[in-house]
Every structure is written in C-alpha cells, then in structure tokens.
C-alpha cells in the first residue's frame, strides 16, 4: 500500500466508499424488506382479530340473550360485508359450512362455497383450511397457497381463526406478489438515491482527491521531503520540480526556496554591511567620547574662567556705583562751592565800595576832624565786617580745597587788611596827632585795597567759572559712571548667563559621553548579534 501513488491510493479509497455505500443500501433494503414482510403479518394479524372481535361480540349478546343468534348472525353479516379496509387488504367470514357470509370486496362471493374457492393447482382451498384448523378455535393459523391471477400464479400468505361458538372461520391474507410491488415501490426509489449519493460522494471524494494531487503537485512524500530539506535550511531548488505548476504546494515551495534564497543573501550582504558599519560607527563613538571629554575639560576651564569674568564684573559694578556715588557727592560739593564762590564775589564788590567809601572819608579827613569819633566807628565796623567776611572766605576756600587756594590768600589778605585797619583806628584813636599822616597812609592803603578787591573779584569770577566746569564735568563724570555700573551690571548678567550655558554644555558634553559610551555597547551587542546572525545564515544553504 505504500508503495501506491497518491492518485491510485485515491482510486482504491473512492472504489471502497463506492462499493460500502452501495452495500450499506443493500443492507437497508433487505432490513427494509424483513420489516416490511413483518409489518404485512402484523396488519393482517390485526385486520383478523378485528374481524374476529366483531363476531365474538355477537356470539356473546345471542349468548346473553340480548339477541337471538339468528338476529346477531344478521347483524353480524350486515356489519362484516359492510368492514371494507385499504383495497389491497381484504377479509372474509365463512360459516361452519364454508359458505361465505362476507367478502366486502367481492360481493358476488356472497353465499357461495368455499370449497369451489380453488388455487393454482386446482385444489379446494375451503377443505384446506377445514384440515388445517379442524377443531382448533380462537387460535390463529398460518398458511401458505398460491393462486392464478391475471394469467400469472402468485404466492399468497394468509391467517385463519375460527370462533368458539358459530364456528366460523374468519381469514385474510396477502399475496407475495403485492408485497413485492410495495416494496419495490420504495426501495427502487431508496436504490436509486442511494447509488446517486454514493456516485456523488465518489465524486466529489475523487475531485477532492484528484484536486489535492494538483495542489501538491508531487506525491506526498516528495512534498514532505522537500519540506523537511527546507526546514533543515536546504534552500537548493529541485531541477525534478522546477516545472510543477506555480498554484502547487510544491511550485509554491519552489517559489519560497527562491525567495528565501534572496532574502538569505540580502541578509547576508546586510550583515556584512551592518559590520562594517558596526566596526566604523565603534571607532566614530571612541572618537565621540574622547571629543566630548575634552570638550567637555575646555568648557570647565571656561565656565571657571566666566565665572572669574562674572566676580571681576561685579566688582567693576559696585566699584563704579561707588565711584557714581563719591562724584555726586563731589558735584553736590561743587555747586555748594560755586554758590559760596558768587557769594564771595558779591561781598568782595560790597567791600570794594566800602574801601571807595573810606577813601571818600579819608579825603574828608582833614576836613571833618570833628567827626572823626563818628568816623572811626564806622571805619571799627567796617574792620569787624570785613574781619568776619575775611574768615568765611578762609573757610569757603578751605572747603574748596586746591581750587579755593587762590581765594584762601585773598581772604587772608583782606583778613589782614581789616586787622590793620581797625589797628589804624585804634592808632588814630590814640595818635590823633598823627591823623593827617595816617590819612594818607590810609588812603594810600584804601587804594591798594580796592585795587586788590578789584583783582579779589576778577579772580573769584574765575574760579566760579572753573568750579561751573568742574561741575559739568562731574555731573559728565557721574553720567559715564552710572552708565558703566549699567554696562557692568550687564556684563555680570550676561557673564552669568554665559556661566549657566556653560555649565548647560559640559552638561551636554558629559551626556554626549555616556550616549557616546552607549553607543559604543550597542555596537559591540551589534557586533555579537551579526555574529549570531551569521551563524544563523551559515545554516542554510544556497
């Protein structure tokens, strides 16, 4: 059997469904036909016993006097010729005489001999069945006879019964013949679908089969075979089933051993690629990593560098708000100079007209001796006055420091002009004789006075011009200043923000390192995963 091609083994199995099937029907016909000759013995069995019961009805109400035997053989009669059932089923009743009393079928029957009834060989059936029942009641027989009909002699199986009573005998049968057709009448159909359902299922068995064939394209074996080489990575084509057709299992294998073949090889070229690019992408990472180490070094030395840049910024920032503050403080000091340095002048220009006052007085000397006590309390007052203006100009100039220099010696002077001259007042108050000498020696000293008050204004000007300049340059000074606190301020805030992007970079670069460092694991986990993958490749063979 093993041995047999695919297409024979399913010739065999289609001719054995073929053969089982059809004999399964034989055998459900011949079930059939036993069932149905049973089914025949039990209904004329039970059209018998009908029969029968009716007569025993009546022998029992003629026993029980509720009719006398003649009215219930009438009643009997009547009823019995009148008990028609299929027409292919009959029954008849015959008396103790074997004359008949009811064939519902065959009325012309009626009151005629059994004894003339004859089958096919010309003997009385009516003596028979009289010797085969004999003294024998309520007890159904048996027999078998055979009759002509329509020219042809059938066989014929029927029952009889004969009463306890009236003795007469209640019998039915059926012939072979009209079982046959009933059972031919159904089985030729059964037959017939069953050969059709048999034929059909061959069919579609051998379609189904002779379809498998095509699918696979070669004997099982042989497919089996090339799916075992295949499996085992033998990708080599076979010439023997380089033709089988392309919608077979075994074309189809054919097609996917040359597909796995191209894609084997573009996974091997892909492997070799991927290693050579393994091997150059581990020298970029070891390259990466020492970059990023050293860049990140540098940017350390920068951020260190910034952050000293950033401390050096901020010291330039208070210092040069410090430096705002002190020339504020130094214009604030120019301006109360300046004002002071105007006040001055205009004393001075007070006192140049009091010392043009006291040379008018002096030239009145001579002529005004008398009133000279008057005089010289003016003159005392004017010292006093020019004393005091004399001591805020000392200390006006001592506040202006080296530019109030100038104007502290022209105080001094005017100081030491007034002291002279309230000695010259006491000198006239005690040398009276003197006065005329001293006079002149006043009025000589009157006109050197205003001639250096003159040069005492001319000077105070100028230094009130010089402090307007000094002002305007440190109000010039404090705005430069403030403006490089400003800058200075943003120097430090961008010193601190390059700082912090600093910082932000050796972060990156120390991130780039581990990804660096990652990247170089990857390749070498690439490294052995191409090495398993061409240990894979190695398995098949192309």
């Keep these: 059997m093993k041995s047999l091609s695919l297409r024979s083994k399913i010739t065999f199995f289609v001719s054995i469904l073929f053969l089982s099937l059809v004999s399964i029907a034989l055998l459900g016909l011949q079930s059939m036909r036993h069932a149905s000759e049973t089914d025949n013995i039990a209904r004329i069995n039970q059209l018998m016993k009908s029969t029968s019961n009716i007569v025993y009805q009546f022998e ?9 035997e003649q009215q219930a053989k009438q009643f009997a009669t009547q009823i019995l010729r009148e008990n028609k059932y299929h027409d292919s089923e009959y029954v008849y009743v015959v008396d103790d005489k074997l004359n008949f009393v009811a064939t519902p079928h065959d009325p012309q029957l009626h009151g005629t001999s059994f004894n003339d009834f004859k089958d096919a060989t010309g003997a009385s059936v009516g003596r028979m069945v009289e010797g085969l029942v004999g003294n024998q009641t309520d007890r159904i027989i048996t027999y078998h006879w055979n009759s002509e009909r329509n020219g042809e002699v059938v066989d014929l199986t ?20 009209e079982v046959d057709d009933r059972y031919w009448s159904t089985a030729k159909w059964l037959l017939a679908y069953a050969v059709v359902i048999s034929i059909v299922m061959s069919a579609i068995l051998a379609k189904f089969g002779f379809a498998l064939i095509n699918n696979l394209g070669a004997e099982i074996n042989d497919v089996l075979q090339v799916v075992k080489q295949v499996s085992r990575g033998n990708l080599k084509n076979n010439a023997q089933y380089s033709q089988a057709p392309s919608d077979s299992i075994i074309g189809a294998m054919n097609y996917m051993q040359t597909g796995l073949q191209g894609v084997v090889n573009s996974i091997k070229n892909v492997s070799d690629t991927l290693n050579e690019q393994s091997g150059a992408s581990e020298r970029r990472s070891i390259e990466l990593e020492q970059l990023t180490h050293s860049m990140s070094h540098e940017t350390q030395i920068i951020a260190a560098t910034i952050t000293q840049l950033s401390a050096s910024a901020g010291t330039v920032s208070s210092n040069a708000e410090q430096a705002a503050e002190s020339v504020k403080e130094a214009e604030l000091q120019g301006k109360n100079a300046f004002a002071l340095t105007e006040e001055s002048a205009k004393t001075i220009a007070l006192l140049e007209k009091q010392i043009e006052n006291a040379g008018s007085n002096i030239q009145l000397l001579d002529d005004e001796v008398k009133n000279i006590d008057s005089v010289l309390s003016v003159i005392q007052g004017i010292a006093e006055q020019t004393n005091l203006l004399a001591l805020n100009a000392a200390i006006e100039a001592a506040r202006a420091g080296d530019q109030g220099r100038g104007f502290a010696v022209v105080a001094d002077e005017v100081r030491q002009l007034a002291q002279r001259t309230q000695a010259s007042t006491e000198e006239i108050q005690q040398m009276i004789s003197k006065l005329q000498s001293a006079t002149k020696d006043a009025k000589n000293s009157v006109t050197q006075s205003i001639a250096t008050s003159e ?67 990857s390749s070498d986990q690439m490294k052995r995963l191409i090495t398993k993958l061409d240990h894979e490749i190695a398995k098949f063979e192309l």
């Design 60 to 68: 029992a109400l003629a026993q029980s006097g509720q009719l006398t």
């Design 158 to 177: 029927s029952v009889v019964q004969k009463t306890r009573v009236w003795g007469w005998y209640v019998g039915t049968g059926i012939s072979s013949k």
């Design 455 to 521: 040069e005492t204004v001319i000077k105070s000007q100028k230094v009130s011009d010089q402090l307007e300049k000094i002002a305007i340059s440190l109000s010039a000074i404090s705005s430069m200043s403030h403006q490089i606190s400003v800058a200075a301020k943003e120097q430090l805030e961008a010193g601190e923000d390059t700082a912090r992007r600093i910082v932000n970079i050796s972060d990156t670069a120390s991130n780039t390192a581990e990804v660096s460092q990652q990247a170089h694991s």
